[in-house]
């Protein structure tokens, strides 16, 4: 039976590539990225003894947060020196698969002081976070409360006699729970805590609270803090809980930014902050998922895609080697619409980026919130759909890749351990699916009654293109066919495309608003979000279509590609 | 806020039963099992020094291989002094959710002597294995051949000069890969190997290899084994790598129940030996396989339905508690269905060892291999949907415990990662898809061939009810649906709920059938698969089913079912 090396197989299957890799790498990731990415490869070479990472899979959770917070040390120093950046550092983690015990103290901690901290709160505690002479993050869910953020339990009071805090965890369930970088590394807290002054409690607000000594890093009076121990995933990240037992911090500490309270105990909240700009930041927070969801699914599908064209099993001729198992329908079948789809993921949020910019300097420039609404619908639905699909896409990597893909080694499984909280985190995947299908549905009612559809995003876009005619049950327009369709005005025509999704979006919308409003159905907000997620996720219905020239269009352009990729 | 106990919760969910569950536990599981277990919790909670698990989640893999070996000690004395059965052995697996380095030495090793060894090999190598004098694993996957097991390249040579076999590892790719019990534990292996004698090529056979000294445990000469490093989950257990080079063993250790070679090098096979019967030993493990995944799946779901009625988030009124998530559709449309499931998988379970023994009965007594076929079919079905249920329900139960789940603590990431491999082994789940699927549209291709289908067995039953009109293009026969249909009817007509789901079965492979066949769409294999897959998993469709009767079906007894459960 022959062999055939996997240097000479890769080889080859690298050959049929009909582009440049470099100019790709150009294409999708940008020069910027690029540059900090090599730049960081760089470091990183340069100083195996602390970089390396070959160890990585036989170390235990201690040693894994051990390992990381030496590489911390020594990235703190790199940036102490001018010679990185807070950027370069979360690329670190991007390069080496692995967040640390800093990453909330730069990815929570110092934005948060950097929106709501005053120059005087951002020069006692900014200064010396970027200087890492503090180490912080950001204290907001409880073991008790999530999604419900007001349902916190920890409370922050004015105590006027002193002219402080007093921040307190009155339950075992108000403790704050699941915070990154406070089981080992942080001295400070950003704490989420119930403000209550004078009696009168005014909602949640951060408030800095010191937790361990600067000077011996040991807990500081009445404050409870821990490790949280290991984790399915995401273990060199030492999150913990803290109990406060009436903890005081002067009244500085509290960030002032959007309240303001004196030492009489007066309180002014400034009148020209929207609370929708907290939006705004959720907004932003998911679109960054996004991004990464399609840098992380490049590693695995460039894993498993390799893998499977050097893995060889069964052929037809004894005397030959054996298929690549990527030759195989099975295989395709599962890994091709993936790598389809981390391209399709980075450009999405390069788009939506620029959307997010433009919605953003709307509100900035002319106070005009008009596209928030449909941005944090869709912010939600890519938010879902994204890390969905990354995290088991992955899977799917994994389980192509057999036996092999079950080894640490394959490096598969930490990945897909490391970013199942994408799921979970920044709004639970269910709960924003709900979000989402609930605006659409919104959108589609509004057209069916033929209130006029007010805004200009490009989901009511949608449903003006796409009227809903009530008593014929269908819809009005019919232009999306206007064209001749020959295969050289699809490919030419992105436009065409686009309807054609778009129709589909409508078409379901309606079909479900129908049932609930027409037909009186019963439907609760998880079955209305699960029917529009499936809808959207299945190949465009052929009889729905109707005429002729849909089926051209179904044969020619759909079907071929929803086969394998179920679009 | 107020706030509830867990206890006071827990209680108030339990009285809510309408069943004992000690009675439901005996009528699931059978006084059998339960007592064993009764029996192992026993043993493992009178030596918490041996059997404790607490400190599991800290260890990394050396650790956790040391402390399950520590376990297996101790059950091998106690199986030494006649205090446990090998079956209870199996047990306190189960008992302790964690598998060690004598897994297989038990579930393959043995195993396999028991079925393919003559009574003087019995003597020779299953008495001392019985007595945990050697430890044995079982070598059949190589690192470069799995599924493909004709494709192996370890050899074992008949040197007539010596009398003994020489077994090779020619290539990297024949290194034997994955190995349970090879990597630290094992002293022998039973090595499945291209049998040559005087240059003829018999095929894979299994023969018996020293590979450690039983004197101090170091590798025997020609002999380089390894243990694999840290996988996803199975960290107990020791797979490993061995590579053979030209090792010599005695004649005596091929193992000689299916073949015979004398020292002359003459071969014998009997000839009463059906091959068919490998087959049905693979439909066993399978069932085996289905049996366990209902039993693990309950582990998770007790974890997840407990968790979400003590977790709490959101309500209306602030003075109140919040609501237990278990309220929540969001959450009971995705963790019921899970529950009605593992108990589905138990009844099928045992309705699938009774098919079993009679088919084996058949073969035994009349050698009647009637039944083999869709007993092979229903297998693969079967071990494919409850494994993919089990991995991925438990994936479920993790989800809806949010940020706990994520914790090690939860249970649920060891459960999904240990159990994980069952969508791997016995079959890749994709490979098992097509068999089954194949199998169906076989028998509805016969079906409206109008050629006669011969067997009797359950599948063609289905379609020998419902026949297909080819000109028609529908099921001629509508009996279904003859008698009167109230909520009476078919709560107590268990007949009548049969018949809706084999009809959707016939109606969809009659519906595949069609377009392969008669629309010559092109189709493969995989392609196939996933449209039986996805079509037997959607809710019965209104639409094809017709006349008003269907719809009042529909209506009341599928569509409230499928709403949740997606039948």
Chains 1, 2 share one sequence.
Not at 54 to 83: C, H, M, P, T, W
Not at 178 to 207: D, E, F, R
Request: charge should be neutral; charged fraction near 25%; hydrophobic fraction near 35%.
């Amino acid at each position: 039976m022959g062999s055939v090396s996997t240097q000479v197989t890769l080889a080859k299957e690298r050959d049929n590539a009909t582009f440049d890799p470099n100019l790709m790498d150009l294409f999708i990731n940008g020069e910027a990225w690029v540059n900090t990415r090599n730049k960081i490869l760089d470091v990183v070479r340069k100083q195996p003894e602390i970089f390396d990472m070959s160890d990585i899979y036989f170390l235990n959770r201690e040693g894994e947060v051990e390992k990381l917070l030496k590489q911390e040390k020594r990235v703190a120093e790199l940036i102490q020196q001018k010679k990185l950046t807070d950027d370069d550092a979360m690329a670190i983690t991007y390069i080496q698969d692995a967040s640390g015990p800093y990453r909330l103290h730069r990815g929570m901690f110092m934005p948060t002081l950097e929106r709501q901290a005053t120059d005087e709160q951002k020069k006692a505690f900014l200064e010396k976070a970027r200087n890492y002479e503090i180490i912080g993050c950001y204290a907001q869910t409880e073991m008790g409360h999530g999604s419900n953020v007001r349902g916190l339990e920890t409370t922050a009071t004015y105590i006027q006699e002193t002219d402080e805090f007093e921040v307190d965890s009155p339950t075992l369930t108000s403790t704050k729970w699941w915070i990154g970088g406070l089981g080992v590394a942080a001295t400070h807290a950003c704490v989420m805590a119930q403000l209550i002054i004078k009696n009168k409690n005014y909602g949640v607000y951060p408030i800095v609270v010191p937790i361990r000594s600067t000077v011996d890093h040991k807990p500081l009076p009445g404050v409870s803090v821990g490790d949280h121990g290991p984790k399915m995933g995401f273990n060199g990240v030492d999150n913990g809980f803290v109990n406060f037992d009436k903890v005081r911090v002067p009244r500085f500490n509290l960030l002032q930014r959007y309240i303001t309270v004196d030492n009489q105990g007066n309180v002014t909240i400034p009148s020209d902050v929207d609370p929708r700009v907290t939006y705004s930041t959720m907004v932003y927070v998911r679109s960054n998922i996004v991004n990464i969801m399609g840098k992380e699914l490049s590693k695995a599908v460039t894993i498993a895609v390799r893998y499977t064209s050097v893995r060889r099993q069964f052929g037809d001729d004894p005397n030959k080697s054996e298929n690549p198992v990527l030759d195989y329908p099975i295989v395709q079948y599962r890994l091709i619409p993936l790598v389809a789809k981390t391209y399709m993921m980075l450009g999405m949020s390069h788009e939506f980026y620029a959307n997010y910019e433009r919605c953003r300097m709307a509100i900035e420039k002319n106070n005009d919130f008009s596209l928030l609404k449909e941005m944090h619908a869709v912010s939600c639905g890519l938010k879902k759909w994204c890390s969905d699909t990354t995290v088991y896409g992955i899977d799917t990597c994994r389980h192509v890749c057999g036996g092999h893909g079950f080894s640490l080694f394959s490096g598969l499984n930490t990945a897909f351990a490391n970013l199942y909280p994408n799921i979970i985190w920044e709004g639970d995947n269910f709960v924003l699916a709900q979000q989402t299908a609930r605006y659409i549905l919104k959108v589609a009612e509004n057209s069916m009654n033929s209130s006029p559809i007010e805004s200009d995003d490009p989901t009511s876009q949608i449903f003006k293109k796409f009227k809903y005619d009530l008593p014929k049950r269908k819809i009005s327009n019919n232009k999306l066919w206007n064209s001749e369709i020959t295969p050289q005005t699809v490919v030419s025509n992105e436009q065409l495309l686009l309807n054609i999704l778009a129709y589909k979006v409508a078409h379901q919308a309606y079909t479900l608003a129908t049932k609930i409003n027409v037909d009186k159905q019963s439907w609760n907000d998880s079955l209305v979000a699960d029917y529009m997620t499936r809808a959207l996720s299945e190949p465009l219905n052929r009889e729905k279509m109707g005429d002729e020239l849909r089926e051209q269009i179904f044969k020619r352009y759909i079907e071929p590609v929803t086969k394998y990729a179920k679009l």
